[in-house]
């Protein structure tokens, strides 16, 4: 099985309720999507959204990237040549790391299909059952309140809050979300790097001593601001998840070695992809430090391969933050991972197992998908 062309669509999905968090608001998922064809006659699909603030991808670059730099150094390679051709990938330029995602994930796709085999079953298996937590946007904190109210009678366990506006009034909102919540749902607070490193110490010890019992607050503080990643790990009880703060495997050893965080949050769009994300959790792995895997407001092709890497390395990710397509009015992918509010369960179709996407919508430049 050979590449024979990449090509590429736009998949737009509306969202139930719009996505705020501290750094954007967002109405509707849109992905690029990879298809990779091969002389076969079988395709492999991958997707990425544009996160300029968070990984510096937009759109364009996205699909510049693949269309100039990957794509070329792809052509003709044999699937099952995986570690060859993800080396290609990685090697073609710096950084664009979810364009770099977007071909991996259809890559593995396809290496799954060539071995007839759900992708997670190559990874190392596992339980195809995993449960995820859901997103309650920054808002008005009645809102906030009634939303993760829904969430926990919609079946939801663990409620992860977005807050990282206002100091004084996200130490309310928690508070009022705890209380309103309390012994049915776990809360993890999400500060979309809101916070200086005092002010997260702040806040985070005003809601212990408040008896606010928090699973673990994600990137409190600037991405670039390791030293103040330890600042609050060293002084508050709660553990700290580093996500912005690392993208790759010589990210996560320096964290490790700096001890400035107690939980990794892993995201396709992050690491690149596939291998780099399983890197990272071995490396954790060794370390006996816990990892999430995350995603971004994406559509279930992305989130599905990162479903499949939670299954297959489960015993690192202990937590599940995928929950993009959940938050979506509809699902527009056949096949693959069925997303049912908080349960996520993998199919046993080869690779991803997607079988159609619908609701694509040509790129300039591009032939029919």
Known sequence: MKITDIRFGMLRVPLKTPFKTALRTVEQVEDVVVMVHTDTGQVGYGSAPATAVITGDTHGSIVDAVRHYISPRLI??????????THLVQGAMEKNSSAKAAVEIAV????????GAPL???LGGGDPVITTDITISVDYIDKMVADSIAAVERGFESLKIKVGKDI??????????????EGRALLRL????G????QAVYALQTLEDAGVKLELVEQPVKAHDLEGLRYVTERVHTPVMADESVFGPMEVIELIRMRAADIVNIKLMKTGGISNAVRIADICGMHGIDCMIGCMLESSIGVGAAVHLAVAKSDVITKVDLDGPSLCQFDPVDGGVLFNESEITVTDRPGLGIKEIRGLSPIAGEKAA
């Open 168 to 181: 004084g009034v996200d130490i309310e909102r928690t508070k009022a979300i705890h209380a309103a919540v």
């Open 195 to 198: 916070w200086s490193a005092k």
């Open 76 to 85: 003709g390679q044999d699937i099952a040549n995986l570690n060859r051709i």
């Open 108 to 115: 593995h796709d396809l290496w799954g299909q060539l071995y």
């Open 190 to 193: 999400d500060a979309n790097q």
């Open 120 to 122: 997670y079953k190559l």
